[in-house]
């Protein structure tokens, strides 16, 4: 946010000085009054100009950190789903066969393959089987798939930790800057409270 300051005459004197009285006013890009000219502002509505700026931005960056979220949280129910499927899926059989992961129904991704891939979990011509009777070079077996799994679901785990407390920190920051907001009309309503009171 961008501003410039002018200088105003008050119309008055310093009765000790003898000299004219001026102010400070503030004009904020994109702060206009009904003719669309610039609005002047005075300190405090300068102040309360930039924390509505402030709160805005940060709000903007708490949205995007909450989508995230959700997100990793979406990729951790998908992940979880699967490794349950496979874990079933092992104990079920005793002979060695590929699982068709591309089966798998997920919300974050057109299959089970695809978000396994997309998450580093298999590389595009991996696929997962159960033993290596039938194991190629391309093949990644039970225990090695579900450690990878359950890596890559530590790693969304802790990523989602860590976004929550930085979620935290930014929506403290932006109570911070409505809060003052909130300060400086309770500062001028006391004033103009004081004016009329005196007049």
Known sequence: MSFNVDQIDLSMTDPTTGLYLTA?????????????????????????????????????????????????????????????????????????HAYDLESISVSTATNA??????LGVLNSNQRYVRNDSIQSNADIMYDDFINKIESKMDEKNSFSQQTMIELQSLTN???????????????????????????
Not at 113 to 118: A, E, V, Y
Not at 173 to 199: F, H, P
């Open 113 to 118: 393959k695809t978000l396994l891939q997309q």
């Open 173 to 199: 920051k932006r109570d911070q800057s409505y809060d003052m907001i909130s300060n400086i009309l309770k500062s001028l309503n006391t004033v103009m409270t004081g004016i009329v009171n005196n007049t």
């Open 24 to 96: 400070n006013v503030y004009y904020v890009d994109g702060v206009t009054d009904a003719t669309d000219a610039p609005r002047p502002l005075s300190i405090g509505q300068l102040v309360m100009a930039i924390c509505l700026q402030r709160a805005a931005e940060l709000e903007t960056q708490i949205v995007a950190m909450m989508e995230t979220m959700n997100l990793t949280s979406a990729q951790l129910e998908d992940m979880t789903k699967i490794e349950q499927l496979v874990v079933d899926d092992f104990a079920a059989h005793t002979n060695g």
